[in-house]
């Protein structure tokens, strides 16, 4: 009892796909939008990039601030920018330095005098418009973000370079 196999006709299939052209013209559209989209990752990147290194820093003052009041005794922070090495912020016992990352750069000149608190949370420097270093990436040299320590020992940072930062951004 053989059953007759029915052969397959050419002419009629029911078989759906996609063709060799439409395959790489939705390659072609595809590779376009990836190459349209690399610029505005790279500097999403940047700016999120400078915007952690910022916030850090900005945050290890603060705490350098409540320290000094805390324990009673003076804090310094030092920033220190070397033409080929990563930059860093000195801070004094117990607080250890502070790295920035390695495209994140301080832009020079940084001020003469450390940033310090005294005892009472006051910045060490008497000058009025407080101290402000400047933090710039070097994905994209146009963005600059500022930390000033007022007087008051207030630390403030901003998305600008501006000197003072009056603006508190935390968004």
């Not at 196999?5 to 559209?29: N, R, Y």
């Not at 990836?34 to 999403?44: D, E, G, I, K, Y």
């Not at 310094?76 to 990352?101: H, I, K, N, R």
């Not at 450390?114 to 402000?132: C, E």
């Amino acid at each position: 009892m053989k059953k007759n196999m029915p052969i397959l006709s050419q002419a009629t299939s029911e078989e759906g796909g996609f063709t060799l052209v439409e395959i790489a013209i939705v390659g072609a559209i595809l590779s376009i939008a990836a190459a349209l989209s690399v610029p505005n990752f790279l500097q999403m990147y940047a700016k999120h990039e400078l915007y952690q290194a910022t916030t850090s820093l900005y945050n290890r003052l603060v705490l350098a601030r409540s320290s000094a009041i805390s324990r009673n005794a003076m804090i310094a922070a030092t920033p220190s920018s070397t033409p080929m090495g990563l930059d860093t912020v000195a801070f004094t016992a117990p607080l250890g330095p502070e790295t920035l990352p390695e495209k994140i750069r301080f832009i020079t000149p940084l001020p003469v005098n450390p940033l310090g608190f005294t005892p009472r949370g006051l910045s060490t420097n008497p000058n009025p418009l407080g101290q402000t270093i400047q933090l710039r990436s070097t994905r994209d040299p146009n963005l600059i973000y500022s930390i000033t320590l007022m007087p008051s020992g207030k630390v403030t940072w901003c998305r600008q370079a501006i000197n003072p930062c009056v603006i508190n951004e935390r968004s």
